[in-house]
């Protein structure tokens, strides 16, 4: 089955730093969708990304979609304190059933 | 909308207890599920409803049952509960299956002693 791996699992920048996080896949991926998750909160929705080579920008976060659809990536540009929780890249399966969302990276941002 | 709702909270149990976390939307959506989230584990699908009547297994679904009688309503049953249950558990929905945002619930934390 799709195997997709997120990473790092944990980083600690320093507030003003930029910050970026992977996913890469074994298998094409129809689509990927990005969460974040502040500490003691649920996950909410942050993008989707559909389109081979797609890129995506909420203020300072850009999102990309690799060419090969099978990588992802979420950059924050000059980081801030509010920026801090466990980002996911959750992956459906072929039949869109099932929503995985594996262990994410968990950012820390030190004032 | 009050969106999705998880309750209760809080609770404690001992082994062997059975209990109900219950998870309600009103956003009329057709797919829901069910997380665990354990410390370095991350996000775990327990069990998901594509609709009414309808449910499957996802990655951890041993010592969880679920129904689905209505739309709004995806309870989830613990017949008996083991410490290896303590977690963070997330109801969420969405309006249906291939993308389209997931929404969360604010969770029931869920320990067993």
């Known amino acids: 089955g799709q195997q997709v791996m997120q990473i790092p699992q944990y980083q600690h920048v320093q507030e003003g730093e930029d910050f970026t996080t992977y996913c890469n896949s074994s298998?094409?991926?129809?689509?990927i969708q990005w969460y974040k998750q502040r500490p003691g909160g649920h996950p909410v929705f942050l993008i989707q990304?559909?389109?081979?080579?797609e890129v995506k920008k909420q203020k300072r976060l850009t999102f990309q979609f690799g060419e090969a659809k099978k990588n992802s990536s979420l950059h924050i540009t000059a980081t801030q304190t509010t920026d801090v929780g466990t980002y996911f890249c959750?992956?459906?399966?072929?039949?869109?059933?099932?929503?995985?969302f594996g262990t994410g990276t968990s950012l820390t941002v030190i004032p | 909308n009050a969106g999705v709702t998880q309750t209760p909270k809080f609770q404690v149990l001992k082994t062997g207890q059975s209990m109900t976390l219950q998870c309600a939307q009103d956003?009329?959506?057709?797919?829901m599920s069910w997380y665990r989230q354990d410390p370095g584990m991350g996000l775990r699908l327990i069990h998901y409803?594509?609709?009414?009547?309808?449910?499957d297994q996802g990655e951890v679904p041993n010592g969880y049952n679920v129904s689905r009688s209505t739309t709004e309503d995806f309870p989830l049953r613990l017949l008996s509960a083991a410490p290896s249950q303590t977690s963070v558990y997330f109801c969420?929905?969405?309006?249906?299956?291939?993308?389209?945002?997931?929404?969360f619930g604010p969770g029931t934390r869920l320990t067993v002693t």
């Open positions: 969420a929905s969405s309006s249906w299956t291939g993308g389209v945002p997931l929404y």
């Open positions: 298998t094409t991926l129809s689509n």
């Open positions: 990304l559909v389109k081979s080579g």
């Open positions: 959750p992956h459906g399966t072929n039949t869109g059933n099932q929503f995985y």
């Open positions: 956003m009329n959506h057709e797919y």
């Open positions: 409803s594509v609709g009414a009547g309808i449910t």
